[in-house]
């Protein structure tokens, strides 16, 4: 422990930037090497403890040594802090993924996203997405539960301009090639995931 940082600073700097994150709404690069230096403050506390209670005198310890409160107050803190980091990502992967109407694979070949996720945040992805398709695959016949519905459409068809190459989908008319440029008249349920993903936009 250096002079210059009090414990629970470190700690500190992980909340500001989930705050950071927040105010600018943007996901920020995992901070890996800022999570390790928590973890190896926590190990030195631990031994700390561990230290202050070996060289106690057993026949007066009663437990009640300020500076085993002061460890334990910081140890209890920084969990606080950490467990707060990885909730608040974990929220902001989730609206990701709905953002984009459950399209993982869309959203991980974004490689300036793709960079700033850990190996766990994509694994938790694709777990969420794994159970997510098991959710949905029980009833797809009559609900998309990954379809935008903060606009409840008006009409059942809606006349759509291409504005990036999607390929080939199967749509009620049958399959459509849609490349960039054109304009369809289609189902909106057919359709509504390739306009939440910036494929179509309504015209």
């Known amino acids: 422990m250096t002079e210059s940082r009090q414990y629970g ?8 930037e989930s705050r950071r ?19 190896r403050e926590q190990r030195q506390l631990d031994e700390m403890i561990d230290s ?5 005198d057993d026949s007066e310890f009663d437990g009640n040594n300020p500076s085993l409160l002061i460890y334990q107050t910081t140890i209890l803190r920084n969990k606080r802090c950490l467990l707060a980091y990885h909730s608040h990502r974990v929220d902001r992967l989730r ?4 953002a984009v109407g459950g399209a993982l694979p869309h959203l991980l070949s974004d490689q ?11 694994d938790f992805l694709k777990q969420y997405n794994s159970a997510v398709m098991d959710f949905r695959s029980e009833f797809s016949d009559e609900l998309d539960i990954t379809a ?3 606009q409840p459409p008006k009409d059942l068809h809606v006349l759509v301009r291409v504005v990036r190459d999607c390929g080939v989908i199967q749509t009620e008319l049958g399959t459509i090639d849609f490349k960039k440029g054109q304009r369809f ?5 057919d359709i509504e995931h390739l306009i939440v993903q910036g494929y179509l936009e309504e015209v």
């Open 9 to 16: 600073d470190l700690a500190t700097q992980l909340i500001t």
């Open 21 to 39: 994150s927040t105010a600018t709404d943007t996901l920020l690069k995992y901070n890996d090497p800022l999570i390790r230096s928590i973890l």
């Open 52 to 56: 202050t209670l070996a060289t106690s």
């Open 95 to 98: 609206d990701m993924y709905w």
């Open 112 to 122: 300036d996203i793709r960079g700033k996720l850990s190996p766990h945040e994509v």
């Open 148 to 150: 935008s519905i903060t």
């Open 185 to 189: 008249m289609v189902r909106r349920a």
